[in-house]
Structures are given as structure tokens and as C-alpha cells.
């Protein structure tokens, strides 16, 4: 019988950096590491189970026997259980067999800190080597800081890899390889800046679309090897495009072989439900006041960045981590000893997972999806905040298509739907999302929440994608409304490319496409994108007509935009606003463009100024306004 071999990874300086919550880099101690030990190529193991009373290592080499290879407890009281184990290497599958101290419970679970998952519904780890990996994105590195800055363009594919474009012929995914040609090819051409993807950390569960994760530390197996992911991203960075991934610290699934009651007792969430169980999502919430589970997170945020050169972590979920009574009513949970209902161990937890993250790597970003309230979310924790780079901007995007599916016959009623976003755009460093949440679940379609006649809904589409993207804040854009897709998003089934076949649908292609190189090309919508300097009013309140203006400023007054969006079909021939100065304009873009599929109501000759004061400007510029569309003008 091979017998497990005392040996360990970790130092004392490790077991009291782990034990305190400081451990950030523990995926380089436990987990399943190939080493050679005493002369003999093996795999060492270590895994974290303080209420157990046995630990065997299970797999494909010993028959899932847990008599075989039973792994030996520290003796430093860390819980960490460690062995090295002879001739197993890569390729083997594996998991551990778990005896509690708690009445014997046997259980056996998947890694928490395995780097490769088999294949759903299958739930073994597999003893993997993930640095086996030559990168070629040195240049891409070299300038990240300056393309990831918060003074750069930031337009943001959100991409489900599941249902982005599946193999028809064999009714199959597309895997990581075939996503690095078509993917990578699809994004650049629209010129985005970069990629989101929904959650690609192993999940057991399609559809819960990768938001209830078991293997924190794999890439899903569904579409390949974690080379093959390291492939996808290097294809990325090689075309210019920034890489963010879903992160999902909130919560996680109850699945047998996860983490829940891991070592027979609330290892990784807490005990108590009020704190420990999430109610919609029927998952489990992780205990941030355990300092060992807060170096997971935390070791796991920093893996992500560490080996898989990933830009950015949008942290999904915030609201439902930093308060103690969400989703909850009254006797469900209880305050915080300040008698307030913040999760005071979970903020701490995010404000210490920012500060490590930005200290330990140039250039990245931390993007939080928090849909409350809460003061100072993409303040720097110095100055007491949570520390994230961006916030998802919710309530811009509810007002504004609550505002957008209103026939605009009403609209003139309802003006300040979609002007009251700038009364607090400034407060945080904003993202202005269209995401996967708004596209299922009977919400409709982005295209298909616009009404009026066909021209009528892509016309409105158009402008809605132009009012986005010249208002502050960086842009999210999820799968499929680039192009109007009709039908909400499916998990299970491809995007409907077969539209690409009708004109409407090309044109509305294009435009996205020509409306990210705009972006990309004008620095006055983006060097000033979270500063109120970068934005005045010139007409917020022709209720009559819908129409509202304003001017978008850089660095360069010369190179600042003014913007004109018109929310009814009715078309202005000579249409008044107020300018900062005398000179001419001319229109550099037109959502009503026949090239676009618009009327083509255009402002086709350069615009002389008036001395004459109006909207309180010094000066008058007279335009056509376009029927459902935006107009942007610049001095000439």
C-alpha cells in the first residue's frame, strides 16, 4: 500500500498569516500542488477541515478508497490536514473524504481550492499544474494602468459563454479555443474596450447562469482546460481588450460536494441563518468574520488577477453582503451592535479585499454591482469608503427604461425620468449597466421594451445607446442588443444571429459599432466621465417637446461636444439652444443617419453662432432636431 508522506508547503509564517486573515496568496499552499519530494514526483496536498477528525485523500488512483491515503493533521491547532502523496500527477481525479468530529458525519467534497473541475455533473477536482502557462501579452501589461484608467473610454461587452454562439451542427458550446478566433474577432470589430464574463468559475448548475459557484479557484470545465481560458484572455489582451471577470464572494450553493458544512460543521458559512443563509437564492453566505474565510476570498480575488492576468472583478451582489437585513423582514435578522443593519464584518472585508487588490497589482479595477444607497462605494478606503473603482449605476438604468418603453406621447410628462441621473452622477464613480438582468424573466428584450412601428423601436434603440453613451460614466452593454435582438436572453440557446440576414439589424450593428469608436475618438466623454466638470446643462426642462441638451467637456475646450437628444417621432426644423460661445457648429454624429436606418433629418451645413443670450448662454445656435434621436455637435 503507498502510504501518504509527512510534508508541507507552509511555513509558521503562513499558518499565522492565514489564522489573522492575511494569507493572501493561500492557493500557492492549499489545493493539490504537483512537486517532487525525497527524490519521487508526486502531489502534495493540503486542505482546511478543523472539525474533522479524519482527512483522506479519495480518486481514480486508489479506487475512491478512503482507507488508502489519509492525510496528516498539523499539529499547530491550524486545521490544516497535509501530505504528499507518490506517483500522482496531472490528469488525476481526486477529492477528500471528509470524517467530522460531529457525530461522525462522513462527507466527500470537491477541493475548495482546486484549479481544475471535472466536466458538470461529474464533481471531482483534478490534480492540474495552472502556471504551465507562456503568456504573450508582456506589451499588453506594459500600458493596462493607462487603457484600465478611470480618464480612458471604458465601453464593456457583457458576454455568457454558454449562449453567446453555440455549435449548431453538434449541438455544443463553443469551447475556449474556438471563443479566442470568433469571440475575440467579434468584440474587436465592434470596438469595445472591453469583455465581461458572467461567472466562469465551476458551477454544478446551468441555470443559475454561473452565480452559484463550487469551485472557486477552476475555470468550467464546459469549455476547456484552464490553458484554454488563459488562451481566451491572452487572444484578448492581444486585440486590446481588457478581460473583467464576474466574481461571486456573496454567496454559494449547498451542493454536497461544495463547502457547505464542509468539515461537518459551518466551516466557510455562518452558523447563524439570519447571517449565514440567503433566502432568494437558497444558497449559503459566507462567514466574513472568520479570518480564514476572509484570506480565501480574498486569496481567490487575487488568483484571478495573479494567474490569469484578468483586468478587473466586477463583485456581484454588494447590497446583499454589506446589509444584515436584506431581503429580510422584520425578526429575520439582527442589528449590528451599533443597532444599525450594516454587516459590519463584511464591509470590512471588502474594504480590506480593495486595498490588497490595488495594492498588489497596477492597473486593475474593482467594479461593484451595489444597488442601494450606501454612501462612499468607489471611495478610496482611506477617505471611508468601500474602496471599489466603479459602481454600477442601477438607478440610472431603471429610470431610464422605465423611461424609454413610455410611448412618447407621455414622455413630456415624465421628463424628469431621465434627467434626474445627473442630479447624482458625481456621487460615485459610475457604470451605466444594460446587463443580462434586464433582458430575462418577462422583462423583454432591450429593443423589445421600445415602442411605436418597427422604425419606431430601433429608432428609439439608437437613441437610447446614444443618450448612454454621451452621458458620464463608463458602459456596459450586454450580448445580443447590439444588434437588437428580439427575444429575451435564453441560457440555453444562442444568441439570434440569423436577424444579422435584415437590414435593421445590421444597421443597428454599425452603429454600436460606429458609436464605440466615437466614444473612443472624443476625449470629452471620457477624460472627465466621473467629475461634474465634465458636464453642464443647457436645457434640462422643454417638457412640451422632450428634448433635452448638454455639453460634454474634456480636458480641451475645444474638443467639447454639445448633445441634443430628442425623445418624440416629431422632427424640429429650427430648434433653439443655448451655447458657451460664438463660432460654428457642425453635426460629427446623427442617430437619425439614413446609414443607420434613420430619416436622415441631418444638420448637413456648419451652424453659425448668435450673440444672443438663451438657456442662460451667452450666444444662440439654431438646429434641426432629428424625429428619436441625438444629435452631437461640436465648434468647428
Known sequence: MTKVKPFSLFTDFDINLFKSGKHYNLFEKFGSHIVTFEGEEGTYFAVW????????????????NADEHQLYVRWDSSGIWEGFIPNIGKGSLYKYAITSNNNNIKTEKADPYGVSCEHPPKTASIVWDDSNYEWKDKNWMSYRKDKNGLDRPYAVYEVHLGSWMRNVEEDRFLTYKELSKTLVDYVKDLNFTHVEFMPIMEYPYDPSWGYQITGYFAPTSRFGTPQDFMGLIDAFHAADIGVILDWVP????????????FDGSNLYEH?????????????????????????????????????????ALRVDAVASIIY???????????????GGNENLAAISFLKECNEAIYTMFDGVQTIAEESTAFTGVT?????????????????????TLDYFKKDPIYRSYHQNGITFSLAYAFSEHFMLPLSHDEVVYGKNSILGRMPGDEWQRFANLRLLLGYMYTHPGTKLLFMGTEFGQYNEWNFLTSLDWNLLEFQPHINTKNYLKTLNTLYQNTPALYEKGFSQDGFEWINYDDHQNAVISYI????????????????????????????????????????????????????????????????NKPYTATVKVSPLAISIFKYK
Open 49 to 64: 477541515a478543523p472539525s474533522a477528525k479524519s482527512v483522506s485523500v479519495i480518486g481514480d488512483f486508489n479506487y475512491w
Open 250 to 261: 456573496s454567496h454559494f450553493p449547498s451542493d454536497a460536494h461544495g463547502l457547505g458544512n
Open 552 to 615: 460634454r467637456k474634456g480636458h480641451d475646450v475645444e474638443n467639447d461636444l454639445i448633445v441634443v437628444c430628442n425623445f418624440t417621432p416629431l422632427s424640429h426644423k429650427k430648434y433653439d439652444i443655448g451655447v458657451p460661445r460664438a463660432g460654428s457648429l457642425i453635426e460629427v454624429f446623427n442617430s437619425d443617419s439614413t446609414e443607420f436606418g434613420g430619416s436622415g433629418v441631418l444638420n448637413s451645413k456648419a451652424i453659425k453662432t448668435k450673440k444672443k443670450a438663451y438657456n
Open 271 to 311: 452558523p447563524d441563518p439570519r447571517k449565514g443563509y440567503h433566502q432568494d437564492w437558497k444558497s449559503l453566505i459566507f462567514n466574513y468574520e472568520r479570518p480564514e474565510v476572509r484570506s480565501f476570498l480574498i486569496s481567490n480575488a487575487v488568483y484571478w488577477l495573479k494567474y490569469y492576468h484578468i483586468d
Open 379 to 399: 471611495n478610496t478606503v482611506e477617505h471611508g469608503g468601500l474602496g471599489f473603482g466603479m459602481k454600477w449605476m442601477m438607478g440610472w438604468m431603471h429610470d
Open 324 to 338: 444584515l437585513d436584506y431581503s429580510r423582514e422584520d425578526g429575520e435578522w439582527e442589528p449590528n451592535i451599533y
